[in-house]
Nanobody, 126 residues
Framework: VQLQASGGGLVQAGGSLRLSCVAS????????MGWFRQSPGKERDFVAA???????????DSVKGRFTISRDNANIAKNTVYLQMNGLKPEDTAVYYC?????????????????WGQGTQVTVSS
């Protein structure tokens, strides 16, 4: 499985961005997909995750009400997951990573994910 994240950039506080992550290659038929973020000198933190059919999502408290996760499985060969980020704050600045995991339930532990994308930088100015 290859994961390609995109959509990061520089935005002012209060603005919005939508991140995309395309999973290609040997895709899992029932994979969970998630987003994590990491700031310099800090651990990689969970942001959001979604079940294989989009029926179940799990959002971190720190972004609940501002971020939403969704996915498009219409193309079997390329699952795409989105992270819509609204009301961005300077503390949301980080490199955002998408990840894929086997299983049916969204997970917030990095250890649950077996495949990771390269990350996309999100910078929020005050």
């Amino acid at each position: 499985v290859q994961l390609q994240a995109s959509g990061g950039g520089l935005v002012q506080a209060g603005g919005s961005l939508r991140l995309s992550c395309v999973a290609s290659g040997r895709t899992f038929s029932n994979n969970v997909m998630g987003w994590f973020r990491q700031s310099p000198g800090k651990e990689r933190d969970f942001v959001a995750a979604i079940s294989w059919n989009g029926g179940s999502t799990y959002i971190a408290d720190s972004v609940k009400g501002r971020f939403t996760i969704s996915r498009d499985n219409a193309n079997i060969a390329k699952n795409t997951v989105y992270l819509q980020m609204n009301g961005l704050k300077p503390e949301d600045t980080a490199v955002y990573y998408c990840a894929a995991a086997r299983g049916s339930r969204p997970a917030d532990r990095t250890s649950a994910y077996t495949h990771w994308g390269q990350g996309t930088q999100v910078t929020v100015s005050s």
